[in-house]
């Protein structure tokens, strides 16, 4: 029987490891070094194809270890695979035993690359076409007052207007100090507040509270509860007053479900990173259909997995918040092409295949 050309024909997995400009703080955690997984799959036709798997321990405890792990389990069944059943291949990560978001994420993302490389058609493209560009935000990390009121003012200098901050490593207080710094050096800026997780909702509440008092409002407040903290997540969509974003909750297309039958987020923040490109699809496709809003998010990842998301964002549009700054945070770029940035700006018009980035050398 004769090979297609599309017929993956080798997978190969090397380590990923960028050093960050500086700690990059959440709630769960501080990472100095992205350490993370090149995916490079190689068709019968020599066409080749790269994803990224970026394991993020503070965010969901998903080591670059276990990524690793998971992906060879499924070596010798993909080698042999055909990139034209990518659904397929999909499902087939879904449901192995140990497979993790950001393992998933990488094959998947190695996979349609190569696939859409072969064809000669962009990934932007392949999604939909709606656009090939996005704006996004930018994040600062936990950390002290004076650490934050630079930050947002280097922010400003790139030409981005969106902040996006990290809050719930600290008191209520210390929060409320770094915010009002941060309104004070960008006092026209919208303020995304993110708690990861590690926060109460009540203490959610207080904070939402005093920022009013000091006539800050929040454009958006993202996951102040844990992931699991249904009730929560709740309470702040009824009583926030303050659109309410769900990340960590939403990390399946179930919990998207549920997030709109329960009426628990008028957000979802979808990382490709969490559950793979293809129930991502399926989880945007809930958010439309139960009026939920769209955010594209990521984790500690480099221009590879950022310029997958913005192909996926711009590609099926509608996406209304975008939170695609790590590369922004790294030390050094280890790959050729991929989306262009100016100010805000990701733009991804000019790639004529395929998610456009390859590695250096």
């Keep these: 029987m004769r090979t297609a050309p599309t017929t993956i024909q080798s997978l190969t997995v090397a380590r990923l490891d960028v050093p960050l400009l500086a700690p990059f ?37 998903e080591t670059q270890a276990g990524a690793e ?14 990139v034209r059943a990518w659904r397929a291949i999909a499902h087939a990560l879904r449901t192995s035993n140990g497979m993790t978001g950001s393992a998933r994420c990488a094959v998947e993302t190695a996979v349609l ?9 962009p990934l932007y493209a392949f999604f939909g076409g709606a656009a090939s560009a996005l704006e996004t935000d930018m994040t600062i990390g936990t950390g002290g007052v004076e650490e934050a009121l ?33 309104h004070g050096a960008a006092p026209e800026s919208p303020l995304i507040l993110d708690g990861n997780g590690g926060m109460q909702a009540e203490a959610a509440l207080a904070l939402l509270a005093a920022l009013r008092e ?14 699991g ?24 297309a179930a919990h998207v479900l549920r997030l709109a039958a329960e009426e628990a987020a008028q957000v979802v923040n979808i990382k490709l990173m969490k559950t793979g490109v293809v129930e991502a699809l399926d989880m945007a496709a809930i958010c439309r259909a139960a009026g939920l809003q769209l955010m594209i998010g990521s984790l500690v990842e480099t221009v590879l997995g950022t310029s997958m998301s ?3 964002a711009a590609g099926q549009g509608g996406f209304v918040h975008v939170d695609l700054d790590m590369p922004m945070f790294m030390a050094k770029n280890p790959f050729e092409g991929g989306f262009i940035q100016r100010g805000a700006r ?16």
Excluded at 214 to 227: D, H, K, M, S, T
């Design 346 to 361: 990701l733009d991804v018009s000019h790639v004529t295949a395929g998610h456009g980035v390859v590695p250096r050398g």
């Design 310 to 312: 913005v192909h996926f």
């Design 113 to 121: 690359d190569a696939l859409t490389r072969q064809a000669g058609i």
């Design 69 to 82: 792990a998971a992906i060879e389990t499924m070596r010798s069944w993909l080698e042999g695979a055909d």
């Design 214 to 227: 000091r006539n800050i409002f929040p454009a958006l407040l993202e996951q102040p509860v844990a992931g």
């Design 25 to 61: 703080g959440i709630s769960g955690g501080v990472q100095d070094v992205a350490r993370n997984l090149l995916v490079t799959i190689e068709l019968a036709d020599g066409t080749r194809g790269t994803g990224e798997a970026a394991p993020f321990p503070a965010f969901n405890g």
């Design 229 to 252: 903290d249904w009730a929560g997540m709740r309470t702040l969509a009824q009583r926030g007053g303050v659109p309410l974003a769900a990340d960590e909750t939403a990390s399946s």
């Design 150 to 182: 630079i930050a947002a003012r280097a922010i400003l200098a790139r030409g981005i207007t969106t902040i996006k901050v990290k809050i719930g490593a600290g008191d209520l207080q210390h929060d409320l100090a770094r915010l009002v710094a941060i």
